[in-house]
C-alpha cells in the first residue's frame, strides 16, 4: 500500500517514463540535444528543449471513496480505508528558443503524447520506489481540456500562454495511519448447542380506513372525517390475534371494539396527542421470543390516515347586536395551531373570541348580518366541524 510518498512517486514515475521512451531521448540523440523534462510550475525560468509537468489540482476519486481494499481486512474488522485520489497534470512543451517558429514545441509535444499513449501504466523500472507496495498500478490518461480551462491556469500564473494538454493519473491511493479494530472472539454456546427460534410472521395491512360516527343507528360506513368518540373501521389482512392500534405513534389498543383478521373496529380516544388534522393509523404486532417468551417488537403494517375534526355538541346563542355565539363541544381550539369559525360564509378569527378553551370558546358573530339561518362550523388547524348547529336571525 502507499504511504504519503504516493503523489510525489506518481509524478516522479511520469517523469522517468518521458525521460525514457520520448524518441528524441533516445541514445543516438546527442545530451546536449535531448528533452529535458520538468516538474514544477510552468512558468519557471529554463532553457533550451523541455517538457513541463505541472500537477494543478488534486480530486478524491468518488467510484473508490470509502471503500476498504479486497483482502486488506479480516471479517468484522474496520477502519478507515485509504484516501484514493486522481491526479491532474497540465503538460507543456518548450523549443529551443522562445523567438520565432514554435514548430520544434509541436514535435516535442507529439513525441511527449506519444510516449504517455504508449505506455500508460506505471510499471516497471521507471516506477518510482514509494509506488513498489501499491495494489495496483496508477494509470495515465489524455483528459480533454477546455480552452476556457487551460487558460484559467494561465491567467492565474500571469504567464504567457503555451500550448499544452492536460493528463489524469487514476488512481493513487495513501494508506490511513489509524488503527483497525477487529471484533472480539465469539464465546461458546449453551450445552445443548445454538438455538434458533423461528417466529412466524404475518405482516398486518391496512387497505381501508373508514369511520362509523356515534349515535348512528345505521352505522354506516363514511370517509375518514372523525371526531373524538367516533368508530375507526380498518379493513386489511392480519389484523386480528396480539395486534396493537397506534394512533401518532400512540397506543390506542385499548379503545379496539373487535378484531377480525380482515376488519378491526376501535372508538377513538380522547387522549392528548390526538388533536385536529391529520392522524397516522398503524397496526403492529409484537414477537414473543425466549424462554420464558417476552414480547419483542415485530412488524407493522402500512400507514394509514383519518382527519380528527372538533365536535360541536351544543350551541347557545344570546341576543345582542351582534348575538353571542357560545359553542360547546370537544377540541374547538388549539393553542398555536390556526383557529377561527365560520357562520355561514362569514369567518370569526380567534381574535375575537372571548373565551378559547378546547371544549368551550365564546364570540360575537358577524355583524350586520341579515335575516336568516345560517350554520356554524368551527375549523381547527385545516379540519372542520361538520355537526349542525346554526344560528337563526
Not at 523541455?50 to 480530486?59: A, C, I, K, P, S
Not at 390556526?338 to 378553551?357: I, N, Q, W
Request: with cysteine; aromatic share 4%.
Amino acid at each position: 500500500m502507499s504511504d504519503y510518498r504516493a503523489i510525489q512517486g506518481v509524478s516522479s514515475s511520469i517523469k522517468n517514463l518521458l525521460e525514457t521512451f520520448m524518441f528524441l531521448n533516445r541514445a543516438d540523440v546527442a545530451s546536449d540535444d535531448r528533452v529535458k523534462i520538468t516538474v514544477g510550475l510552468p512558468d519557471q525560468d529554463a532553457e533550451g528543449k523541455r517538457v513541463n509537468l505541472f500537477l494543478y489540482q488534486v480530486t478524491e476519486c468518488p467510484y473508490l471513496k470509502n471503500q476498504d481494499l479486497p483482502g486488506a481486512a479480516g471479517a468484522g474488522e474496520y477502519g478507515h480505508p485509504p484516501v484514493v485520489l486522481d491526479l491532474h497534470y497540465l503538460l507543456t512543451a518548450y523549443a529551443e528558443s522562445d523567438e520565432g517558429d514554435q514548430i520544434e514545441a509541436h514535435q516535442i509535444m507529439g513525441d511527449a503524447m506519444r510516449a504517455l499513449h504508449d505506455h500508460p501504466y506505471l510499471v516497471g523500472d521507471i516506477l518510482d520506489p514509494s509506488l513498489e507496495d501499491a495494489v495496483e498500478p496508477a494509470k495515465i490518461t489524455l483528459e480533454p481540456l477546455t480552452v476556457e480551462d487551460v487558460t484559467k491556469v494561465w491567467v492565474a500564473l500571469n504567464t504567457p500562454y503555451r500550448l499544452s494538454v492536460g493528463y489524469k493519473a487514476t488512481v493513487v491511493q495513501i494508506q490511513s495511519r489509524i488503527q483497525r479494530s477487529a471484533p472480539g472472539l465469539i464465546g461458546e454456546g449453551p450445552g445443548g448447542g445454538v438455538r434458533v427460534v423461528v417466529a412466524p410472521i404475518a405482516r398486518p395491512r391496512i387497505d381501508e380506513a373508514l369511520v362509523i360516527r356515534q349515535g348512528d343507528a345505521t352505522n354506516r360506513e363514511r370517509v375518514a372525517y372523525a371526531r373524538i368518540g367516533d368508530r375507526l373501521a380498518l379493513k386489511g389482512q392480519n389484523l386480528s390475534g396480539d395486534a396493537r392500534l397506534l394512533l401518532n405513534d400512540e397506543d390506542a389498543t385499548a379503545s379496539i371494539v373487535s378484531k377480525k383478521p380482515n376488519r378491526m373496529e376501535a372508538t377513538i380516544p380522547d387522549i392528548a396527542a390526538l388533536q385536529p388534522g391529520p392522524v397516522t393509523i398503524r397496526v403492529s404486532v409484537d414477537i414473543l421470543l425466549g424462554d420464558p417468551p417476552v414480547p419483542h417488537r415485530g412488524v407493522s403494517s402500512n400507514l394509514s390516515v383519518f382527519v380528527l375534526v372538533p365536535r360541536v355538541t351544543q350551541l347557545t346563542v344570546t341576543a345582542g347586536n351582534p348575538p353571542q355565539l357560545d359553542p360547546h363541544g370537544v377540541r374547538l381550539f388549539q393553542d398555536g395551531k390556526e383557529c377561527m369559525t365560520l357562520v355561514g360564509d362569514r369567518v370569526v378569527p380567534p381574535a375575537a373570541y372571548t373565551t378559547s378553551e378546547t371544549d368551550h370558546i365564546v364570540l360575537p358573530a358577524p355583524a350586520n348580518l341579515p335575516a336568516g339561518t345560517y350554520p356554524v362550523r368551527v375549523r381547527v388547524n385545516g379540519a372542520e366541524s361538520f355537526d349542525v348547529h346554526n344560528l337563526v336571525i
